[in-house]
């Protein structure tokens, strides 16, 4: 008889689309790999809160939806939007305000080739593009300042004030040092637009490198970020781990995923590092409304996304055994039409699950 030694409480937050099929399938995924690893076990509470239900109740979240969140230890977030609501309109419905009032002030964005799986780069192999992006996840073009002025369309003025703060700026910093140091290479890449943006990018620059002072380990450099998209594309070896602002690193990343085989992989974290709140799991492709209903979405970055959950949750030897399943099933061609293959969301999802069982 073994003994569960913990539960662990996950509100699910499936949303719209394809949002809904890949969180069924992590749901299947982790509940196999803790039937098979018996140590930690889920609850899940699902959330339904969705375009779908914004249309017809006029809410996303209801008023003490952030309260219950909290309640929990960890969310897993599928995809939001729908094309009948403005996508500013469920994105500051649900996930930003899920960001800003759970402190999730850091966005973890891995990317690498996984085995059995190609870049749209000539000779890029595995091994060749292994990056981390540290996004700002809190503040900077994101931070909701602005309005417009002049009622109506005609000569209208808007202003979208991207707000900066050094201490916004250390913390993220000081994330973005300790994943550098944690990983081989122990390198990190700073992206800003300092030339032309003379005040906040300004800061960023000074932050970077009053910190790199206490972590004279890593090697540091130093990118504007139009550059940055041509050293993506032409040198990906150089690069490693990249610290960007919330508006630059939300691009970069979906360059790096395209870049990696397909934005149906890549995975992104939320993350309080000060765990006094819940931290967020989700992949960074969107709802894909092209898609949407047809079973064949790519589950590969739900599952990495559950991954990264199960590792901040503690469960190291549970993140490993579900991303050596993962990697084994893609490696026997086992994949989605985004990366090339000709399986469904199903057959991957069962076979990823078969995997786990083989390699406990
Ligand atoms: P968002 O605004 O939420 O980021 P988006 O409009 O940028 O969404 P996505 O939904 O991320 O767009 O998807 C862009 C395209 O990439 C989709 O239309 C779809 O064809 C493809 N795609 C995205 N995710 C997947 C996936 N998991 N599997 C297969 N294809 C995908
Ligand atoms: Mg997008």
Same mark, same amino acid.
């Given at each position: 008889?073994?003994?569960?030694?913990?539960?662990?409480?996950?509100?699910?937050?499936?949303?719209?689309?394809?949002?809904?099929?890949?969180?069924?399938?992590?749901?299947?995924?982790?509940?196999?790999?803790?039937?098979? $690893?018996?140590?930690?076990?889920?609850?899940?509470?699902?959330?339904?809160?969705?375009?779908?239900?914004?249309?017809?109740?006029?809410?996303?979240?209801?008023?003490?939806?952030?309260?219950?969140?909290?309640?929990?230890?960890?969310?897993?977030?599928?995809?939001?939007?729908?094309?009948?609501?403005?996508?500013?309109?469920?994105?500051?419905? $649900?996930?930003?305000?899920?960001?800003?009032?759970?402190?999730?002030?850091?966005?973890?964005?891995?990317? =690498?080739?996984?085995?059995?799986?190609?870049?749209?780069?000539?000779?890029?192999?595995?091994?060749?593009?292994?990056?981390?992006?540290?996004?700002?996840? &809190?503040?900077?073009?994101?931070?909701?300042?602005?309005?417009?002025?002049?009622?109506?369309?005609?000569?209208?003025?808007?202003?979208?004030?991207?707000?900066?703060?050094?201490?916004?700026?250390?913390?993220?910093? =000081?994330?973005?040092?300790?994943?550098?140091?944690? =990983?081989?290479?122990?390198?990190?890449?700073?992206?800003?637009?300092?030339?032309?943006?003379?005040?906040?990018?300004?800061?960023?620059?000074?932050?970077?490198?009053?910190?790199?002072?206490?972590?004279?380990?890593?090697?540091?450099?130093?990118?504007?970020?139009?550059?940055?998209?041509?050293?993506?594309? $032409?040198?990906?070896?150089?690069?490693?781990?990249?610290?960007?602002?919330?508006?630059?690193?939300?691009?970069? &990343?979906?360059?790096?995923?395209?870049? &990696?085989?397909?934005?149906?992989?890549?995975?992104?974290?939320?993350?309080?590092?000060?765990?006094?709140?819940?931290?967020?799991?989700?992949?960074?492709?969107? &709802?894909?409304?092209?898609?949407?209903?047809?079973?064949?979405?790519?589950?590969?970055?739900?599952?990495?996304?559950?991954?990264?959950?199960? =590792?901040?949750?503690?469960?190291?030897?549970?993140?490993?055994?579900?991303?050596?399943?993962?990697?084994?099933?893609?490696?026997?061609?086992?994949?989605?039409?985004?990366?090339?293959?000709?399986?469904?969301?199903?057959?991957?999802?069962?076979?990823?699950?078969?995997?786990?069982?083989?390699?406990?």
């Amino acid at each position: 008889v073994h003994e569960v030694s913990r539960i662990y409480n996950i509100a699910c937050i499936p949303g719209d689309g394809i949002g809904v099929d890949i969180t069924n399938a992590a749901i299947q995924v982790l509940n196999k790999l803790s039937s098979t $690893l018996k140590t930690f076990e889920f609850d899940f509470k699902t959330y339904d809160w969705s375009s779908k239900a914004y249309l017809e109740r006029g809410w996303y979240m209801p008023p003490d939806g952030l309260a219950q969140l909290k309640t929990h230890d960890a969310i897993y977030f599928g995809a939001v939007g729908w094309p009948a609501v403005p996508d500013h309109i469920s994105l500051w419905s $649900l996930i930003l305000p899920i960001r800003k009032a759970l402190n999730q002030y850091v966005n973890v964005r891995p990317t =690498r080739i996984l085995q059995g799986t190609k870049s749209p780069l000539e000779g890029c192999q595995v091994g060749d593009l292994d990056w981390v992006i540290v996004r700002e996840n &809190s503040e900077g073009e994101y931070s909701g300042q602005g309005g417009t002025s002049h009622e109506g369309f005609e000569n209208a003025v808007a202003t979208e004030v991207a707000v900066f703060t050094q201490v916004g700026i250390e913390r993220i910093m =000081r994330f973005a040092f300790e994943t550098a140091r944690a =990983r081989p290479r122990r390198k990190l890449t700073l992206v800003t637009k300092s030339n032309a943006q003379r005040h906040g990018m300004v800061l960023w620059d000074k932050v970077f490198y009053e910190v790199a002072k206490e972590y004279e380990d890593v090697e540091t450099d130093k990118m504007l970020v139009d550059a940055m998209t041509v050293r993506m594309v $032409l040198h990906p070896k150089s690069l490693d781990t990249i610290v960007a602002t919330n508006l630059h690193a939300d691009i970069l &990343s979906d360059l790096a995923a395209a870049l &990696s085989g397909s934005i149906g992989i890549a995975p992104s974290s939320n993350l309080d590092p000060t765990r006094k709140f819940p931290s967020m799991f989700e992949p960074i492709h969107g &709802s894909a409304p092209d898609i949407a209903g047809k079973g064949i979405a790519n589950p590969v970055g739900a599952f990495w996304s559950a991954a990264e959950m199960v =590792r901040w949750l503690g469960q190291e030897k549970g993140a490993d055994v579900l991303m050596r399943a993962v990697e084994n099933v893609t490696a026997r061609g086992f994949k989605t039409r985004d990366l090339g293959g000709e399986r469904n969301t199903k057959e991957v999802t069962d076979s990823v699950c078969e995997e786990i069982e083989k390699l406990v």
